[in-house]
Structure formats: C-alpha cells, structure tokens
C-alpha cells in the first residue's frame, strides 16, 4: 500500500507545482488562455493515449460528457482565476473544501458535520489572519469557493460518467470540449506576439502535462490497489503541499495564521474521509 500512497503524493506534488509554473503564464496568456492551453494539451494527449470514439453514443452519454466539461471548466477557470489574485496554498485551501463538504452531505455520519465546521473554521481564519481585505484578495476567496463547488461537480459527474465510458475515454472528450469552450475567450486574452516564444509554447506543453495528464495518469495507476478512503486521505494533504509548492516556486510566504488555517483545513479533510470509512456498510434490502 505505501507504494500506490506514494504515487498519490507524487500526483499531488506534480499538479501543484505545475499549477504555480502556471502562474508564469497569465501574462502572456492571460488566464483564459492558460485554461485554454492546459485543456487543449491535456485533450490532444489523452485523445491519442486513448483513442475515444463518439460513434454510437447515446443521448444520455452527450449529456455525461456535457456534465463533466461544464463542471471541469468551471472549477479550472476559477481556480486559475482565483490563484491570480491569493496565493497558490489558500486557493487550494478554500478549492478542497469542496470535495469535503460533498463527502459530509453523503456520508450518514452526524460526526462528518463537525469536521466540516472545523474546516469552514479554517476557511474564516485565512479571510480573518489576512486583517482588511483588499478587493482583490476578497473575490480571489470567492472564485476558490466557485472551483470548490466545480471540484465537488467533477467528482459526480466523473463517476457518472465512469460508469458509461471505458478508462479515460470521458476525461478525454470533456478535455477536448473544455478547449473549445474556452477558445473564444482565449483568442481575445492571449498576447499573440508573446505566446509565439517557444519558451511560453514549452512551458503551455509543461503545465498542460504536470496539471492533468501526469496526475491523472498516476492516480489511475495507484487506485487499482489503493482503497478508496486512504487514496482520499492521502489526496487530503493537497493545500500543504500546494502550500510548500507556492513558497518554493513563487516565494509565496504565508503567515502563521495562513498555516493554522491550513492545518484545520487538512486535519478537518483526514477526518472526515476516515469517519466515513469507519462508517458500516446499510444492511441488505
């Protein structure tokens, strides 16, 4: 088991640096057009790894992949917007009480309750630590709490969609479809003299790897024997590490507040997954 944990942790600390690598694309790409290129190397990848075919499907397998480009485009619209106005460990502090919150509401568990109440505690001390928020620290909260709601999103319509389509086959089109969403806007936001630098067209190819293809390949990998919960948990740890990614890669410092809040976060995260995994399965009928 330590070895699959460990490629969740790889995954983690992957996505989360290629997140902030991101951060070196705002100017020339602005953020749309950085959603944009991660999404459009992510579907060219994933689309020649996998090879889905849209022959035969029926209406409610359109919808599935509908489902899962919205919320996948939401949640990484807000998210990249977000991480242009707060830094890279609140964004994905306030991103991942998302998916605890989705835990809590279907978990049968009182007990849950209280740890999303722990975690909403450390969401209000990282609003609070920050004394007077300017404007743009305050909305940059607001869009981390829409890619919390556009995480949890993903996460229904990725199981919706699993049970319909073979392997990555619904990531890949909704990847593709997130690409062409964005493309309008993307035109309009990208600095066409800038992007043409191949050092902006390598590090586009690098974040569109680092922030979807690698991870998720990684994490396919290591859920074929990993159980649910501990892959949760592990996944649990994600704001510290994007914490220490943000500190490393873009000399982010956070104050002592920002790590308390960040701690009751996390801690809030574990607990909730393993209240739910200590939860017996309903009986029968």
């Known amino acids: 088991m330590a070895w699959p944990a460990l490629l969740v942790v790889i ?34 990848v994933l689309c020649v790894a996998v090879r889905p075919t849209v022959r035969g499907l029926t209406r409610h397998a359109y919808r599935s992949v509908a489902a899962l480009s919205v919320s996948l485009t939401t949640m990484n619209l807000c998210f990249y917007e977000a991480l242009s106005r707060i830094p890279l460990g609140v964004a994905v502090t306030v991103e991942i009480c998302g998916p605890l919150i989705l835990s809590v509401m279907l978990s049968r568990r009182r007990s849950g309750w209280a740890w999303a109440a722990l975690a909403f505690a450390g969401v209000a001390l990282l609003g609070l630590g920050r004394g007077h928020l300017p404007a743009w620290d305050a909305l940059g909260l607001v869009l ?39 493309a309008p806007a993307a035109a309009m936001s990208i600095d066409t003299r800038a992007a043409a630098s191949w050092t902006v067209v390598g590090l586009a190819i690098l974040v569109g790897l680092m922030c979807s293809v690698i991870p998720y390949s990684l994490e396919l990998t290591s859920l074929r024997t990993l159980p649910p919960h501990v892959f949760a948990i592990v996944t649990s740890l994600s704001p510290a590490i994007a914490a ?42």
Request: no cysteine; aromatic share 8%; hydrophobic share 60%.
């Open 144 to 182: 981390a709490a829409g890619a919390a709601i556009g995480w949890a999103g993903y996460i229904l319509a990725t199981a919706h969609a699993g049970r319909i389509f073979p392997s990555l086959d619904a990531l890949a089109l909704a990847s593709a479809i997130g690409a062409a969403l964005t």
């Open 11 to 44: 995954a983690a600390a992957v996505q989360e640096v290629g997140a902030a690598f991101a951060v070196g694309l705002f100017a020339p790409l602005g953020v749309t057009g950085t959603v944009f290129a991660r999404f459009a190397v992510a579907a060219v």
């Open 244 to 285: 220490l990614a943000g500190w490393v890669v873009l000399s982010q410092r956070l104050g002592p507040t920002d790590y308390v809040a960040i701690g009751l976060v996390v801690t809030a995260s574990i607990g909730a997954v393993r209240s739910q995994a200590a939860t017996p399965p309903a009986p029968p009928g």
